[in-house]
């Protein structure tokens, strides 16, 4: 790109927006049509061919974003995820992919993919070499996911870009946990970027969308397949993500400052066993993630030091017990009791998920009060363990 790019509030506020010709309005008009006229047209537009007004000018502010040439917008981060891996996995090929991935991906691959004849396998290792390791005569794509879900481990962007680009594979990241505020792969060579919308680009936890960018080349690829398999975003829910995206870098910056507050009150603690966070001089690839990350998140995980995590979770007064993440308020989970309680305790031991690990989703609250919330909650909780033993 010849001109400077902007900043990422300048992008979030401005990029892709539609002129209102007629009024001369601020914002973006809405357009609802389902139903385009045909005959002596440029572009046949209908909602499901990604290519309504409003559609169009979301992926452009996505495109942006991420600083690719073009985007996709899906009604799900699934629909996002799905249909760039099968756009780019045909019958006999063969896709490696690191271990620690969100849920649904797993699932997808797992469950799915033996039914179209696409070959996978899955690398607990994040390093390069152990990625490489699993490459085949047959493999097309490589696909990671940093920082992961929900032990926030880091990989490595640029080395698999560099892998993809020596044995012409497709690269793609799951982009999810870092917003375009804070990682841009594509910088780093990576070839496809993903976003479960639903989290930080909605931000409020109200909208469900996902979004895919990358080359115009691999974007209609991507496009092909997906107008046939339905999955494109209605046009009042794009207008809403918009509207939320303009706020995207100011939230995410808070929500980084936040964490990694969070994250330091919580590793000097005397009743919390352990902190991932990617900021922390104490995370295993903190150097990697500065490299690659230009903040390092609102997501963090802890451990407990012999307190029961239920019980503590129902201390919390401020900060929900709540499925998902990224949205402006706090929310936590266990991991071991929602999102993987599919897996065996063994199966869990082996991803290194521990059944009092918490997920905590830093929102854009005071640091204080959520301190003092956390404070409250361990204390109670201790309080209820020495009456236990008493
Ligand atoms: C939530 C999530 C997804 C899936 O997105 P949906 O919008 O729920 O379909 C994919 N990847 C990551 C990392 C997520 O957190």
Known sequence: MNKKQQGINTLCAHAGELADKEFKGAVSPLYMSTSYAFEDVEVKRYPRYFNTPNQVALAQKMAALEHGE??????????????????????????VLQKTLYGGTSNLVVEEFKKFGIEFT??????????????RKNTKVIYIETPSNPLLTITDIE?????????????????????PVNQNPIDFGIDVVIHSATKY?????????????????????IFHLAKNFGGSLSDYTVWLLERSIKTMGLRVKAQ??????????????ELVEKVYYPGLKSHPDHEL????????????????????????????????????????????L???????????????????????????????????????????ALEETRKDMLDVRI
């Not at 899955?122 to 490459?135: H, N, R, S």
């Not at 080395?159 to 917003?179: C, E, G, P, R, W």
């Not at 400052?257 to 603690?269: D, P, T, V």
């Open 289 to 332: 993630a500065k490299k690659q990350m230009k903040g390092f998140g609102g997501m963090l995980s802890f451990e407990l030091n012999d307190l029961d995590s239920g019980v503590f979770m129902k201390y919390l007064k401020l900060i929900k017990p709540s499925m998902s993440l990224a949205g402006v308020e706090s929310t936590i």
């Open 70 to 95: 073009a985007a996709l917008i899906f009604g799900s981060g699934m629909a996002a995820v799905s249909n760039s891996l099968l756009a780019f996995l045909h019958k006999g090929d063969h896709v």
């Open 159 to 179: 080395a698999v870009a560099h892998l993809a680009k020596k044995y012409a594979l497709v690269s793609m990241i799951d982009n999810t946990f870092a917003s």
């Open 334 to 376: 266990s991991p071991a009791k929602t999102s993987h309680a599919l897996l065996s305790p063994e199966e869990r031991k082996e991803v290194g998920i521990k059944d009092g690990l918490l997920r905590f989703s830093v929102g854009i609250e005071e640091t204080e009060d959520l301190i003092e919330d956390i404070q409250q």
């Open 122 to 135: 899955f690398t607990k290792d994040l390093t390069p070499k152990a990625f490489e390791k699993e490459i």
């Open 256 to 269: 980084n400052e936040n964490a990694g507050k969070m994250a330091e009150f919580l590793e000097q603690h």
């Open 201 to 221: 680009m909605g931000g409020h936890s109200d909208i469900l969308a996902g979004t895919v960018i990358s080359s115009e080349e691999n974007i209609d690829k």
